[in-house]
């Protein structure tokens, strides 16, 4: 079903439209989920979480882009979930992940805050100077959490070398930042 007619459903307040909206992205949900998680169980509540809030949300909310909206909520439930449990067990490949993020983009704190607007601005407009196979590397690395050795399959290239492109990503992005002063 086309997300117009999901949409739809959703501001009728009809049921079916979590029906539609799980047969149309559960499986990109799920792997979102277990890219953070790494846990079958917690990326299911987090799907479940998703689609709860999306029927919350929908309506007043109309998304222009649904997949990217849903994808963006189960992101964000599937972290806050990630930083509850990292003190009672580790994910060394999110771990990995936060240290390459923090190298980039710090601020006073040694952490990085998603919501200034500033960076979010500096990202948008470096990730659009970039080719679509750069900017799918990277978004699919930083945002999805998807591993550097699933990335280099994908891309048909070898891992070193997806590792050495994300690098060289990331020095680019952080002279860009650099340069358009939006450290804090």
């Known amino acids: 079903m086309e997300d117009k007619?999901?949409?739809?459903?959703?501001?009728?307040?009809?049921?079916?439209?979590?029906?539609?909206?799980?047969?149309?992205?559960?499986?990109?949900?799920?792997?979102?989920?277990?890219?953070?998680?790494?846990?079958?169980r917690e990326t299911e509540e987090c799907e479940n979480d998703t689609y709860f809030k999306t029927w919350n949300s929908i309506p007043p909310e109309r998304p222009e882009f649904l997949k990217a909206y849903v994808s963006k909520i189960m992101r964000n439930l599937a972290l806050d979930r990630y930083r509850k449990s990292r003190t009672l067990k580790?994910?060394?490949?999110?771990?990995?992940?936060?240290?390459?993020?923090?190298?980039?983009?710090?601020?006073s704190k040694g952490d990085f805050k998603a919501e200034d607007q500033e960076i979010l601005q500096a990202i948008h407009t470096f990730l659009s100077s970039l080719d679509e196979n750069l900017r799918t590397l990277f978004v699919r690395r930083y945002f999805y959490g998807e591993s550097v050795k699933s990335l280099s399959v994908k891309m048909g290239i070898k891992e070193s070398a997806a590792a050495t492109k994300l690098w060289r990503l990331r020095s680019q992005l952080k002279e860009t930042l650099e340069r358009e002063e939006v450290f804090l």
Do not use: Q
């Open 5 to 40: 007619r999901i949409m739809d459903l959703f501001f009728r307040r009809s049921e079916k439209a979590i029906e539609e909206l799980a047969a149309k992205y559960a499986v990109h949900l799920r792997w979102i989920g277990m890219n953070i998680l790494k846990d079958p």
């Open 90 to 107: 580790r994910n060394v490949e999110m771990d990995a992940l936060h240290r390459e993020l923090l190298e980039t983009i710090p601020d």
